[in-house]
């Protein structure tokens, strides 16, 4: 009968004992309205059995519920309107079940007790975990307020250097998981920050740091953090773009220092992503008194060159600004002097302007880094204006031991067509020699690197065993030497050392920062992976344009050859028609002489170099050509 009558009764009785009971329990109100609503309509109340509950501690609101069910006698049930308590919460447990039709027979009293029993053990197993619950959190806090009190001990064990013991600190109290905004959890934070910074930890330093900026500009460690940020950015490249997000804070109340410090920093933040609009907002706001004005205006004239903004004229302006301002820096600003001359130089080539290109070229000092860029590119502007005398000692110059291993292919290509223009077919052929001896014979150890090397970390290990003492790389120097010329490649392989020195110094006190610091160091290597395989795409691609490259040069030089032969043939010509022409008298072939500056005193080729001297070669060579 009772499986044709339908499903088992899930219904079991309740009295007000075990209400009070799930009470002392510390069982949830909507749990105790939970059971009431599953044990069906098996409750029925006295006015006195009220007034017990509410003195045994049950709460209003579940006596409320039993007036509503129609639980207390002498109580009409409250008719609710149409979609009253729709909002209310829903009760824990299951639906009440139908009252039995008719009496109980065995099987139905036993699954009705069984079904009771069930449900006391999850009354009681409920309970149970909320008093964990409570006590975990009583003794969380409790910890918490006794590392609270260790903070001021932490930020002094901080100032005094012992960087490792204080981040110990400051990482207890925040494992305790105090509340994310509290003025604890924000000194805890940013002592751990400037602990993990001071030790060299840059990395581990980053995610507290950034909590502690975004926390907002109106707090005590505001502009110390963003201190710390910038030296950050430049040593290991750190700059996530949510650093967008300090732009929406106000620092007009801080000091015209850290305002014009705030200014460089996120002008240079867009100008790296190549939002030059916004890099232009930032960077025209820096004063001329602040230190980094050099800096901001030489900036601010590249991100004008941008074909987005295209304003050469005020690019120009900004170069002048950065010069005058290095040059009236204390101690002056040997960077950004260099940087400004050799940036107008090349506005000025590009436009035509060779004469005031060159005069820029010759700002470069000779003991600069920059100078052999500068004495080449001197060499187009002296061949582009048809000064091939000039042209022809400024080769010369870059081909002397100073310059010796720099990739300069197309400099031979130049001289040979200098040396066709003046008729001097040996010579012309001799310097495209030497572009085929020095760069086309290697070229082939080039290609076949490429062709058979895949991997960025092998490409990055090229570059180590490059110039590391003791190693040789599978490709000649002259090849490394382009990548090592290549900026991007300087600012990645910077960030490596800056992330190995890391690892050095977190492998060092990783005892100390227990699981924090494991977590970190992982960060460290994983970010030191990314930033190898970052370096060896770089050089991948360096390489590869230097072998397309040498491809178009080597097309060049047949286009010359083959000139040569014409022109060769066009002036025998000529000299039969013109028997009685006597060419101009020559250095000797092997003898080059060369002058020094306006003294015009001989220095012969194969001879001495003086390097304040060498930029300021000119030929003796006249042309060959025979007139018509």
Same mark, same amino acid.
């Given at each position: 009968?009772?499986?044709?009558?339908?499903?088992?009764?899930?219904?079991?009785?309740?009295?007000?004992?075990?209400?009070?009971?799930?009470?002392?329990?510390?069982?949830?109100?909507?749990?105790?309205?939970?059971?009431?609503?599953?044990?069906?309509?098996?409750?029925?109340?006295?006015?006195?059995?009220?007034?017990?509950?509410?003195?045994?501690?049950?709460?209003?609101?579940?006596?409320?519920?039993?007036?509503?069910?129609?639980?207390?006698?002498?109580?009409?049930?409250?008719?609710?309107?149409?979609?009253?308590?729709?909002?209310?919460?829903?009760?824990?447990?299951?639906?009440?079940?139908?009252?039995?039709?008719?009496?109980?027979?065995?099987?139905?009293?036993?699954?009705?007790?069984?079904?009771?029993?069930?449900?006391?053990?999850?009354?009681?197993?409920?309970?149970?975990?909320?008093?964990?619950?409570?006590?975990?959190?009583?003794?969380?806090?409790?910890?918490?307020?006794?590392?609270?009190?260790?903070?001021?001990?932490?930020?002094?064990?901080?100032?005094?250097?012992?960087?490792?013991?204080?981040?110990?600190?400051?990482?207890?109290?925040?494992?305790?998981?105090?509340?994310?905004?509290?003025?604890?959890?924000?000194?805890?934070?940013?002592?751990?920050?400037?602990?993990?910074?001071?030790?060299?930890?840059?990395?581990?330093?980053?995610?507290?740091?950034?909590?502690?900026?975004?926390?907002?500009?109106?707090?005590?460690?505001?502009?110390?953090?963003?201190?710390?940020?910038?030296?950050?950015?430049?040593?290991?490249?750190?700059?996530?773009?949510?650093?967008?997000?300090?732009?929406?804070?106000?620092?007009?109340?801080?000091?015209?220092?850290?305002?014009?410090?705030?200014?460089?920093?996120?002008?240079?933040?867009?100008?790296?992503?190549?939002?030059?609009?916004?890099?232009?907002?930032?960077?025209?706001?820096?004063?001329?008194?602040?230190?980094?004005?050099?800096?901001?205006?030489?900036?601010?004239?590249?991100?004008?060159?941008?074909?987005?903004?295209?304003?050469?004229?005020?690019?120009?302006?900004?170069?002048?600004?950065?010069?005058?301002?290095?040059?009236?820096?204390?101690?002056?600003?040997?960077?950004?002097?260099?940087?400004?001359?050799?940036?107008?130089?090349?506005?000025?080539?590009?436009?035509?302007?060779?004469?005031?290109?060159?005069?820029?070229?010759?700002?470069?000092?000779?003991?600069?880094?920059?100078?052999?860029?500068?004495?080449?590119?001197?060499?187009?502007?002296?061949?582009?204006?048809?000064?091939?005398?000039?042209?022809?000692?400024?080769?010369?110059?870059?081909?002397?031991?100073?310059?010796?291993?720099?990739?300069?292919?197309?400099?031979?290509?130049?001289?040979?067509?200098?040396?066709?223009?003046?008729?001097?077919?040996?010579?012309?052929?001799?310097?495209?020699?030497?572009?085929?001896?020095?760069?086309?014979?290697?070229?082939?150890?080039?290609?076949?690197?490429? /062709?058979?090397?895949?991997?960025? +970390?092998?490409?990055? #290990? $090229?570059?180590?065993?490059?110039?590391? !003492?003791?190693?040789? &790389? %599978?490709?000649?120097?002259?090849?490394?030497?382009?990548?090592?010329?290549?900026?991007?490649?300087?600012?990645?392989?910077?960030?490596?050392?800056?992330?190995?020195?890391?690892?050095?110094?977190?492998?060092?006190?990783?005892?100390?920062?227990?699981?924090?610091?494991?977590?970190?160091?992982?960060?460290?290597?994983?970010?030191?992976?990314?930033?190898?395989?970052?370096?060896?795409?770089?050089?991948?691609?360096?390489?590869?344009?230097?072998?397309?490259?040498?491809?178009?040069?080597?097309?060049?030089?047949?286009?010359? /050859?083959?000139?040569?032969?014409? +022109?060769?043939?066009? #002036? $025998?010509?000529?000299?039969?028609?013109? !028997?009685?022409?006597? &060419? %101009?008298?020559?250095?000797?072939?092997?003898?080059?002489?060369?002058?020094?500056?306006?003294?015009?005193?001989?220095?012969?080729?194969?001879?001495?170099?003086?390097?304040?001297?060498?930029?300021?070669?000119?030929?003796?060579?006249?042309?060959?050509?025979?007139?018509?």
């Amino acid at each position: 009968m009772t499986l044709v009558s339908g499903p088992a009764v899930t219904a079991f009785a309740l009295d007000k004992n075990q209400i009070v009971q799930m009470t002392r329990l510390g069982l949830d109100d909507r749990a105790i309205m939970g059971a009431i609503d599953s044990a069906g309509e098996g409750i029925s109340l006295t006015s006195e059995d009220v007034e017990e509950l509410r003195n045994q501690g049950v709460s209003d609101q579940v006596i409320e519920h039993l007036r509503r069910r129609g639980m207390i006698q002498g109580e009409e049930t409250p008719v609710e309107e149409e979609g009253a308590g729709q909002e209310e919460e829903g009760p824990i447990g299951p639906a009440p079940a139908p009252a039995p039709a008719g009496g109980e027979d065995d099987w139905e009293r036993e699954e009705r007790e069984r079904l009771e029993a069930e449900r006391q053990a999850e009354i009681e197993r409920r309970a149970n975990e909320l008093n964990e619950q409570r006590e975990a959190e009583a003794e969380r806090q409790a910890k918490l307020e006794r590392a609270a009190g260790q903070l001021p001990r932490a930020a002094q064990q901080v100032r005094d250097g012992n960087n490792m013991a204080g981040a110990r600190m400051y990482l207890e109290f925040l494992s305790y998981g105090p509340e994310e905004g509290s003025e604890n959890w924000y000194e805890a934070t940013f002592g751990l920050a400037k602990a993990l910074y001071q030790q060299g930890i840059l990395s581990g330093a980053s995610t507290p740091l950034l909590e502690v900026l975004m926390a907002g500009a109106d707090k005590p460690h505001f502009v110390e953090g963003f201190r710390m940020l910038g030296e950050l950015s430049r040593r290991i490249g750190y700059k996530p773009p949510i650093l967008e997000e300090l732009t929406r804070f106000y620092v007009g109340d801080k000091n015209e220092k850290f305002q014009a410090e705030f200014n460089y920093y996120m002008g240079k933040f867009f100008y790296d992503y190549n939002r030059m609009d916004l890099a232009l907002e930032y960077l025209d706001q820096v004063p001329a008194s602040a230190k980094d004005y050099p800096e901001s205006r030489y900036l601010a004239g590249v991100a004008r060159l941008d074909p987005a903004v295209n304003d050469i004229p005020g690019a120009l302006r900004n170069f002048e600004a950065a010069i005058l301002a290095a040059e009236a820096a204390p101690g002056g600003n040997e960077d950004i002097l260099e940087m400004g001359y050799l940036a107008l130089a090349r506005v000025f080539f590009e436009v035509g302007f060779f004469d005031v290109a060159l005069f820029y070229y010759q700002k470069l000092p000779s003991q600069s880094s920059r100078h052999a860029d500068a004495v080449f590119e001197s060499a187009w502007s002296y061949f582009m204006k048809n000064d091939f005398k000039r042209a022809l000692g400024t080769f010369h110059t870059l081909q002397s031991p100073y310059y010796s291993q720099r990739y300069y292919p197309d400099l031979y290509i130049l001289e040979s067509t200098v040396y066709l223009n003046l008729c001097m077919f040996p010579k012309s052929q001799r310097a495209l020699g030497e572009f085929r001896a020095r760069y086309l014979d290697q070229r082939p150890l080039l290609q076949s690197y490429l /062709e058979n090397t895949f991997e960025p +970390e092998a490409y990055w #290990q $090229l570059m180590e065993d490059a110039y590391t !003492p003791g190693k040789s &790389a %599978p490709i000649p120097e002259l090849f490394t030497n382009a990548v090592l010329e290549s900026l991007p490649f300087y600012n990645v392989h910077r960030v490596v050392r800056s992330l190995e020195a890391e690892r050095n110094a977190l492998k060092a006190n990783i005892s100390a920062l227990g699981e924090f610091g494991q977590q970190v160091l992982e960060r460290v290597e994983e970010q030191l992976e990314l930033k190898i395989q970052e370096g060896g795409i770089i050089v991948q691609q360096r390489l590869t344009a230097v072998d397309q490259e040498l491809e178009n040069w080597e097309l060049r030089s047949l286009q010359i /050859e083959f000139d040569i032969d014409s +022109e060769e043939r066009q #002036q $025998l010509q000529q000299r039969l028609q013109n !028997p009685d022409y006597e &060419a %101009p008298e020559v250095a000797e072939a092997g003898t080059t002489l060369m002058v020094v500056a306006d003294d015009w005193q001989p220095w012969p080729f194969e001879g001495e170099y003086w390097l304040d001297e060498v930029a300021s070669f000119r030929s003796q060579m006249r042309t060959e050509c025979i007139e018509q």
